[in-house]
């Protein structure tokens, strides 16, 4: 009984993560994610029009 | 949530691959598909992955960094594996679709590799309470990015495409050596890093979330391979293409 109570003790405190907070370190994550997606995104598009513009031009 | 929504979207790359493969005259129209629904399921993608997903039992809140590690780690190894193909290809048959959708894979897969390391670092500052460590896993993900950044590095340094087609082949090759390692590392080793999870193992819901990401860094994937090999095969045209004529001079 005394075994089952300090079980259910030690899981009720682990019920929401050891690890308290942490959110910057979450939103930092995403924001890097967004960020790089969207700058690769935007350097491939410029250079893929860029290269067209110059085909175009030499045609 | 149904378990299922992650499958339509990696349905919808596999047919909107096939069909830009098979179909040439529909890929502009498969390319705007793409540029809408890449972020459209990366917003979807950020929702469950901050908002629906439960919290980790041990890590808590700081386990949703998760959802963009480990999809960018896969693209990574997805990447280099494509890398590994082309490099193959290009040795056995030749062509310069290879060697350019090589090049494309080895930039991309770079590019994710980076964003997934330093992903790792940020959420290595609160589980392990280093930003940077030593462990197998993380040595081996570092060494494959130096590798592959000599890759590419030695493709701006060979001028004839013929040999550098060839060199960037062997390389290609012989780097992929270390992508395995990176994925049995923490199984052979004792490392810090996490074994990898299995749906068996962790919340469906939890599952769920990871694949939907997943799937939303795969479309990511799928347009920035298409967008760079067209940059790649235009720099082959160009090299490749017979120098213009010198004007003819008058005779008086």
């Known amino acids: 009984m005394m075994l089952a109570n300090l079980a259910s003790g030690a899981l009720a405190a682990v019920g929401s993560g050891r690890i308290q907070g942490g959110w910057g370190y979450v939103w930092t994550c995403y924001f890097v994610t967004w960020s790089a997606l969207l700058l690769y995104s935007l350097s491939l598009w410029r250079r893929g029009s860029r290269k067209d513009r110059v085909s175009k031009e030499s045609r | ?252």
């Open chain 2, 1 to 252: 949530m149904p378990h299922w929504l992650p499958f339509p979207p990696l349905l919808a790359t596999v047919v909107l691959v096939a069909l830009g493969i098979l179909k040439p005259s529909l890929r502009p129209t498969l390319w705007r598909l793409l540029a809408v629904a890449a972020p459209l399921a990366l917003c979807f993608g950020a929702f469950l992955g901050l908002r629906w997903a439960p919290p980790d039992r041990e890590m808590g809140d700081v386990q949703r960094i998760m959802y963009v590690h480990v999809p960018a780690v896969w693209m990574t190894l997805l990447a280099l594996t494509l890398n590994f193909g082309c490099s193959i290809t290009y040795l056995m048959k030749g062509g310069w679709g290879a060697d350019a959708l090589g090049e494309a894979s080895a930039a991309v897969g770079v590019f994710f590799g980076t964003v997934g390391v330093f992903l790792g670092a940020v959420w290595g500052r609160p589980t392990w309470g280093v930003y940077w460590t030593w462990d197998p896993r993380l040595t081996t993900a570092a060494i494959a990015l130096v590798v592959y950044t000599g890759y590419l590095a030695l493709r701006r340094f060979v001028d004839d495409p013929d040999r550098r087609a060839v060199w960037s082949a062997v390389v290609g090759i012989v780097a992929f050596a270390d992508i395995p390692i990176i994925w049995y590392s923490v199984r052979w080793w004792r490392s810090l890093h996490q074994v990898q999870s299995t749906p068996k193992t962790v919340d469906p819901e939890m599952t769920l979330s990871l694949r939907w990401n997943s799937a939303a860094f795969l479309l990511f994937l799928v347009a920035f391979l298409w967008r760079r090999y067209r940059l790649a095969m235009a720099e082959r045209q160009a090299e490749l293409a017979p120098p213009p004529a010198p004007a003819l001079e008058v005779s008086r």
